[in-house]
């Protein structure tokens, strides 16, 4: 047996009061970088203005030095070969 799936038009989303974004455009990377806190079960702001910030990250290595980001998407949405270094001290 068979299923066929019929794709939700933008206004049955809307009839049920969800908010759909960016419809006519890509997504970007945001410049604001977030890690989660294992210990303290809550997201904590990293770097509120991350320079050449990227997006779909797929490496991630810690390091003593930072998180080490591998490649990804840039503005956009060009993948990129850069690896970048984050400083993992929350934002004041």
Do not use: C
Not at 25 to 32: F, I, L, M, T, Y
Not at 77 to 83: D, E, G, I, K, S
């Amino acid at each position: 047996m068979s299923r066929s799936f019929k794709k939700p038009k933008i206004e049955d989303w809307q009839a049920r009061g969800l908010t759909i974004l960016a419809l006519d455009r890509p997504s970007e990377p945001s410049p604001v970088t977030f890690a989660f806190n294992v210990k303290s079960g809550k997201w904590e702001t990293i770097n509120e203005n991350t320079p050449d910030p990227v997006m779909d990250v797929r490496s991630l290595v810690v390091t003593h030095r930072g998180l080490v980001i591998v490649g990804g998407m840039a503005k956009g949405q060009q993948v990129t070969p850069n690896v970048a270094i984050v400083k993992t001290s929350p934002a004041k």
